[in-house]
């Protein structure tokens, strides 16, 4: 049989596998409050094209699905 040797943990070792995953959950979440932004802000309470309906024809299915009154 074999045995192997206990190698030990070396002191304020920085685990990148963490800090890389945590950077792309917090940029996953900007986009998506991006995209949720930009969805329900034309002819919603506001409208940051005016009477432009080509914004809100394209994410009209989406916003009865998340909830967006648009008429």
Same mark, same amino acid.
């Given at each position: 049989?074999?045995? &192997?040797?206990?190698?030990? +943990?070396? #002191? *304020? #070792?920085?685990?990148? +596998?963490?800090?890389? +995953? ?5 940029? +996953?979440?900007?986009? #998506?409050?991006?995209? &949720? &932004?930009?969805? *329900?802000?034309?002819? *919603? #309470? &506001?409208?940051?094209? *005016? ?21």
């Amino acid at each position: 049989m074999s045995s &192997y040797a206990a190698v030990p +943990a070396k #002191a *304020g #070792a920085v685990d990148w +596998a963490k800090d890389s +995953a945590l950077g792309w959950i917090i940029s +996953a979440l900007v986009v #998506a409050l991006l995209i &949720y &932004y930009f969805v *329900g802000v034309d002819q *919603g #309470a &506001y409208s940051l094209f *005016g009477s432009d309906m080509h914004i809100h024809e394209f994410v009209h299915d989406s916003r009865h699905f998340l909830g967006f009154p648009c008429h």
